[in-house]
């Protein structure tokens, strides 16, 4: 297993970067990722076009919480578009590790809540696989 | 084994009936214990079934011809083991269904809708799969009755002191319940409530996927009006299921599904019902399925359902003893082994369960991880997911060493 939970993992889940929140975030989002129970929250500053801050919360499972942490390194100073484009694949070339389909939801569940977050703020695309559903029954 | 049991079944002997123990996972051997989830199939069953593609292999109820003959006397040859298996008082009674989950709609979107209305009041419980918990929320949207939840204590006990209130909110017409939680594998008081539910004159549903496969379940002494439970985890196939309901209710309710095979005769203005159980199976039935459901109730009958009762219970002992043992592992339901089934489920310390599940899986150990399609119940007790280890008749206690062995290791990798 010490392919899986290599110490690069273990240190950005243990240590995660650009943790918090910021005071007044352009963009914002939650995302959870209902199977297991995954939370991650973003809060993201805009800057001339682009990610001047970048600050999570959350809880869940290490590859989640690892993922979310690389990912808020990854794109700190990228333009929004370029990070709205971000394909799942350079998350998880990021995470370097082997990861089953269902740990691949784990995985991308932080860089879906950035598209989210900025589809919300400054109206980047938002393919329809990101997009929150909202499809809930209430009854009486 | 800790303890003799009655009938002395011996597991090891057993897993040589199942040709997946053969298998290699990480260069390990296979350690299953996510029985509660889909049960491993025996030589037997598999046989069974491809016996039957390669020699019967036709339609049901409709060829005159050999193979038709032979194939549609091989399913309803299963019909009446099901019937045997869970004492009903008729094979009419036994309804295939694809599983569980849809044997449980078919009572809602039928019986449900024709006998709920507005002021009616349907009672399920917080401890339900998403399968015994869902068909009554829409049902209850549909017809403008009450959904009440009868609440668990802290250890996942179910409570019955709200029974009186709500006795008085309306005509209690639905009591939906679990015969045994799949997430904690506590036993609610099923008897309790049946009687409470009869002199409500509410009807019965009892959601006994989790028990039919390990124990003896007489449909008669439980006294309630409709039983769901799925093949798959009872040693037989995916894609059949049992309904049992009671011939005078069903006999009076309208089809779920409509089509061919349930009715007798169609024309362009009007269409007959079948008679029961066939009224309610439209379609070609999973017939296939069906005869590997035989072969795998006369598997349990053979090895005796009281004896795999008592192994569950011995291995549930063991295995709590053992967990026990590891720091920081705290145990989610009744930490004892009394009035519950062979299911475990546990968190430990901090670390997420499905990291705990990865790492098991490093050492071959299946175990689910999860909310068990038991949100509402992980959300009272306060857990985003567990991990669940179940237990089953070819469960061994090296099996049970192997998952303490893993937990020591998901502690040195997480670091707690």
């Known amino acids: ?140 | 084994m800790t303890g003799a049991t009655p009938q002395e079944l011996d597991p090891t002997r057993i897993r040589a009936d199942f040709p997946i123990f053969a298998r290699q996972v990480h260069g390990q051997d296979l350690v299953y214990l996510d029985s509660a989830s889909t049960s491993q199939k025996p030589q037997a069953m598999l046989d069974a079934m491809v016996g039957f593609y390669s020699t019967s292999n036709a339609n049901v109820h409709r060829g005159v011809y050999t193979l038709g003959v032979e194939s549609t006397d091989a399913y309803e040859a299963a019909r009446d083991a099901v019937a045997r298996l869970i004492n009903a008082p008729s094979r009419r009674e036994v309804v295939f269904t694809r599983n569980t989950t849809e044997a449980l709609n078919l009572v809602a979107k039928t019986v449900g809708v024709e006998r709920c209305g507005p002021g009616d009041v349907i009672v399920s419980t917080v401890l339900e799969h998403h399968a015994n918990l869902v068909p009554w929320q829409v049902l209850a949207q549909a017809t403008g009755a009450t959904l009440r939840f009868l609440d668990v204590d802290d250890e996942g006990r179910l409570q019955l002191d709200e029974l009186d209130a709500i006795a008085r909110e309306g005509n209690v017409r639905i009591v939906a319940v679990t015969h045994q939680s799949n997430t904690l594998g506590v036993r609610p008081p099923v008897e309790e409530l049946v009687r409470w539910a009869r002199a409500q004159g509410a009807l019965v549903v009892l959601d006994a996927a989790q028990t039919v496969p390990n124990r003896p379940v007489d449909v008669q002494a439980l006294d309630v009006d409709f039983l769901a439970f799925s093949g798959h985890k009872t040693l037989a196939p995916t894609g059949i299921g049992v309904l049992w309901g009671r011939e005078a209710i069903l006999a009076e309710t309208q089809p779920f599904l409509t089509g061919g095979e349930m009715i007798r005769s169609v024309a362009l203005d009007r269409t007959s019902w079948n008679t029961l159980p066939w009224k309610f199976e439209a379609g070609t039935p999973a017939f296939a399925e069906a005869v590997g459901l035989h072969a795998a109730i006369d598997y349990l009958e053979a090895v005796g359902l009281d004896a795999i009762d008592a192994h569950e219970h011995a291995i549930t002992e063991y295995a709590l003893g053992r967990l026990d043992e590891v720091t920081g592992l705290r145990i989610v339901g009744p930490p004892d082994a009394a009035a519950r089934g062979g299911v475990v489920s546990f968190v430990l310390d901090d670390v997420h369960p499905h990291d705990i599940a990865e790492i098991l899986d490093r050492h071959a150990v299946c175990v689910r991880a999860g909310h068990h399609c038991t949100q509402p119940l992980m959300q009272r007790l306060g857990h985003a997911a567990t991990v669940r280890a179940s237990f089953y008749l070819y469960t061994t206690t090296a099996e049970i060493d192997r998952l303490i062995d893993g937990l020591h290791d998901v502690r040195r990798v997480m670091g707690v």
Not at chain 1, 83 to 111: F, H, N, T, Y
Not at chain 1, 120 to 134: I, S
């Open chain 1, 1 to 140: 297993m010490d392919d899986l939970y290599r110490e690069n993992l273990m240190d950005h889940y243990r240590h995660p970067r650009n943790h918090g929140t910021l005071e007044h975030p352009d963009c914002e989002a939650e995302g959870k990722n209902p199977l297991c129970g995954d939370e991650v929250e973003l809060d993201v500053e805009v800057v001339d076009g682009r990610i001047n801050a970048i600050r999570f919360t959350g809880n869940g499972c290490a590859v989640s919480q690892a993922a979310t942490s690389m990912l808020t390194d990854l794109v700190q100073g990228l333009p929004v578009a370029e990070a709205a484009a971000l394909p799942s694949q350079a998350i998880i070339d990021e995470l370097g590790i082997p990861l089953s389909a269902m740990r691949v939801k784990c995985a991308v569940l932080g860089l879906g809540t950035l598209k989210v977050a900025l589809h919300r703020g400054v109206g980047t695309p938002l393919p329809p696989e990101w997009g929150a559903d909202d499809d809930e029954m209430v009854w009486g």
